[in-house]
Structure formats: structure tokens, C-alpha cells
């Protein structure tokens, strides 16, 4: 008697290949699109699409999420390990996931895909009140880096006055002084 062929459950080989054609005709057949995204109407009953519509989805989102909001801030108050540490132990990984991105070239792909309309109603939406407030409650940070920067960009501009000032070289000296110092002030800022 002949052995049933074994296959590997975890070998997606096939999947995958189904499922690349079947994003391809999604993507460029609008008809196929609607198709299986709609509900079936039917005899007894009809049958819901098998994902819920776009309008339904972020309806649901943004209504849990705004629900949640006071347990978020909870929750962000007291994680549940070094945030710090958490995230050291990750540049590994941050690193890998930053150069897949550039040879994938993710960043030029997504900017080819937004819509200006809607960048623009979200801004909207937000409008100058959501903005001032994101300034203002980071107002702590701000100051933070200024006391940081205060005596860095004072010694850059010292250094900077004591250089001579009679020529255009010696003031386009000067000017690419302070370019270069802020760059080094960068540097410095980040331990490299």
C-alpha cells in the first residue's frame, strides 16, 4: 500500500502565489473588487460581505479607540517594562527594518500614494486648536532641549565672534562656521 504524501502545513508556497494573483486582480480589476466585497444577496438569507465595509471599519476604529482613550493614558503611565530599555534592546532590529526600507525604497513607494485631499481633511480636522495644544503640551520637551542647547549654540557663537569679519571670505567663513558648529552641536548631542 502506497504512503499518503507527507507536506509541510507550514510551506506557503502555493498560498502565497494564490493569493499574489489574487492581489494583482484586486488591485486592477474594480468589478472583481466590488465583487467580493460585497454582501450575497440570497434565498433564506443575505449574507454580510466578509469584511466589513471601509466606512464600517474606521467607524469602529476610531469609536474604540476613542473609547479607550482614558485607559491608553493609564496604560502608557505604567508599561509593563523599561520603555528605555525596551526600546535599546530593539535597534537591532530598528536597524534591519531601516535598511529593508531604504532597499525596498518603502518611503518614495508611500509618498507616490498619498492623496492630497485627504492630507488636507485631516489638517482640517485637526485645525489650529489641535495644533497649538500638541505645542503646548510638549512645551516641557521643548524646554528640555533648549537648556540643552543654550550653552552649545552660545559657544558656537562665541567662537563665531572672535573670527575675523572684515571680507566676504571672512563672513562666508563665518557663515559656514555656524553651519558646520551646528552640525558638530548635532553630533556631540547624540554621542557620536
Known amino acids: 500500500m502506497a504512503q499518503p504524501k507527507q507536506t509541510n502545513p507550514l510551506d506557503l508556497t502555493g498560498f502565497l502565489a494564490r493569493l499574489d494573483k489574487t492581489l494583482d486582480r484586486v488591485q486592477n480589476d474594480p468589478e472583481f473588487a466590488a465583487e467580493i466585497t460585497s454582501e450575497k444577496k440570497g434565498n433564506p438569507i443575505t449574507l454580510g460581505a466578509p469584511v466589513i465595509s471601509a466606512e464600517e ?3 469602529k476604529q476610531v469609536k474604540n479607540a476613542s473609547a479607550a482613550s482614558a485607559e ?3 496604560n502608557v503611565k505604567r508599561p509593563r517594562r523599561d520603555p528605555i530599555k525596551a526600546a535599546l534592546a530593539a535597534a537591532p532590529k530598528r536597524a534591519e527594518k531601516v535598511r529593508q526600507s531604504l532597499d525596498e525604497h518603502k518611503y518614495e513607494k508611500a509618498m507616490e500614494r498619498v492623496n492630497e485631499d ?3 481633511q485631516v489638517i482640517d480636522a485637526v485645525g489650529a486648536e489641535g495644533y497649538r495644544k ?3 503640551a510638549r512645551k516641557v ?3 528640555a532641549r533648549a537648556k540643552e542647547l ?3 549654540v552660545t559657544a558656537l557663537k562665541t567662537e563665531i565672534q572672535a573670527m575675523p569679519d572684515v571680507t566676504d571670505s571672512d563672513r562666508e567663513a563665518r ?3 555656524g553651519r558646520r558648529g551646528m552640525i558638530l552641536i548635532g553630533k556631540k548631542r547624540r554621542g557620536i
Open 57 to 59: 471599519w474606521a467607524d
Open 72 to 74: 491608553w493614558l493609564k
Open 118 to 120: 485627504v492630507m488636507f
Open 134 to 136: 500638541g505645542v503646548e
Open 141 to 143: 520637551k521643548v524646554v
Open 150 to 152: 543654550q550653552p552649545l
Open 175 to 177: 557663515l559656514l562656521a
